[in-house]
């Protein structure tokens, strides 16, 4: 049955529920155009909004962008969407689920509300794939998980591989009341950057991801003990010269660049036969 007459019978389903759709709409103007600056969105840019909504994104980033990519998956909202939209010959409505919606062969930005609940699919879809055209995103996530993504310390595998490609940054914490209806916690301002100097090289991703995988096995490990796993005691005692570390202290506590390093010392000095295999890519629950 069609969602909207649904609704008006009175038999919406969980998943319609807004709150549970993640339709949290963004009011707040001055955060729009923030998102929009912070992007450094000009007419030369396709720009992805990713859940647009009624368009509250959609439409001030028709003014700035070449061309808009406006993803929503309500055909209620994509009806209102296509009907502001229509006099912007610069917008177009895809309705579709983000997760199937296939990304620009060309260069291009995101500047999105994302629902929350799908937070973790549409950044694998972004960051996944350190050779795309991805430029970069300005996104509303919740606060819990931009502190998450930028944390120093790195327990996750493929967090620290999504960051040795691009810097993610904690702009600021956008409160609830700015959402209607509001979210249950805060959610914040995410920038993502695709470094200019990588601190990997993207053709050597799968080779690099076999090394986080099993640095990070045990993130409280000391770094001397994960290292000798794959150099002899001398490149160990090298390694940790060059990188000023303490052997003792936890790996998950090692920087970008540290495991840039890491990685150099490993293509150049361990034959590939030693070096850690990726597991079974896992992919997060659709
Ligand atoms: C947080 S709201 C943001 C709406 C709008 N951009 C704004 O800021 O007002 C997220 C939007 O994503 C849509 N959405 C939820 N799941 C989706 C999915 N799987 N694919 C496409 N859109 C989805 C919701 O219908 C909702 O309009």
């Not at 647009?52 to 929503?72: N, Q, Y």
Request: glycine share 6%; charged share 25%.
């Amino acid at each position: 049955m069609h969602k909207q007459r649904q609704r008006k019978a009175g038999t919406q389903s969980i998943a319609e529920i807004p709150a549970v759709r993640g339709q949290h709409l963004l009011h707040h103007q001055p955060v729009i155009h923030e998102m929009i600056e912070l992007a450094g969105i000009t007419a030369a840019d396709v720009v992805l909004d990713l859940g647009a909504g009624r368009g509250a994104i959609t439409m001030p980033l028709a003014e700035r962008a070449g061309k808009v990519l406006a993803v929503e998956n309500d055909d209620a909202f994509a009806a209102v969407l296509r009907q502001k939209s229509a006099p912007c010959r610069n917008v177009s409505v895809i309705e579709q689920d983000i997760r199937d919606t296939y990304l620009p062969k060309e260069p291009f930005h995101v500047v999105a509300n994302i629902p929350f609940f799908i937070t973790t699919p549409i950044l694998e879809k972004l960051l996944d794939q350190p050779g795309s055209p991805f430029q970069g995103a300005v996104l509303i996530v919740q606060h819990g998980a931009a502190k998450g993504l930028t944390s120093r310390m790195f327990r996750s595998p493929r967090l620290l591989t999504w960051r040795m490609w691009f810097d993610l940054e904690l702009v600021k914490v956008v409160p609830r009341r700015y959402f209607s209806p509001p979210p249950r916690v805060d959610a914040a301002i995410l920038r993502i950057r695709r470094r200019n100097t990588p601190w990997v090289e993207a053709k050597d991703r799968h080779a690099f991801e076999g090394l986080a995988e099993y640095g990070l096995a045990y993130p409280e490990m000391p770094v001397c003990d994960v290292l000798a796993g794959i150099f002899t005691p001398v490149q160990i005692k090298l390694l940790l010269l060059q990188l000023k570390l303490d052997r003792r202290i936890p790996v998950c506590s090692l920087r970008e660049r540290d495991w840039g390093v890491i990685f150099q010392t490993m293509r150049e000095k361990v034959p590939p036969y030693r070096w850690p295999k990726r597991g079974k890519k896992k992919r997060s629950s659709r």
